[in-house]
């Protein structure tokens, strides 16, 4: 059964810091790429953070660049995205993916809201 389960969302003020985890089962964790998307409210899903599952690259939106990073230890078939500097704008729901050629697994989501 495949899982993906991220956590660590919250309430924070501007400039805080917070750190989001995505631990996935149940499929070869270490082989896909895993990713970063957000929602913001009345907002498409846009993509945060990408790192591939063999590589040490990781690409940003230009929104994040030098305030999130994207890490992952595939022992612990993790994923997180450490995020500093937080703005208002980076309000929304944040869903970790993991993509292997055509197949893709989604996770739920966690709530992340910057107010002061």
């Known amino acids: 059964q495949v899982r993906v389960v991220e956590s660590g969302g919250g309430l924070v003020q501007p400039g805080g810091s917070l750190r989001l985890s995505c631990a996935a089962s149940?499929?070869?964790?270490?082989?896909?790429?895993m990713s970063w998307y957000r929602q913001g409210p009345g907002k498409e899903r846009e993509l945060v953070a990408v790192?591939?599952?063999?590589?040490?690259?990781?690409n940003y939106a230009d929104s994040v660049k030098g305030r999130f990073t994207i890490s992952r230890d595939d022992a612990k078939s993790t994923v997180y995205l450490q995020m500093n500097s937080l703005k208002p704008e980076d309000t929304a729901v944040y869903y970790c993916?993991?993509?292997?050629?055509?197949?893709?697994?989604w996770g739920q989501g966690t709530q992340v809201t910057v107010s002061s």
């Open positions: 993916k993991a993509t292997q050629l055509l197949t893709t697994y």
């Open positions: 149940g499929f070869s964790f270490s082989s896909y790429d």
């Open positions: 790192m591939p599952g063999a590589g040490v690259w990781r």
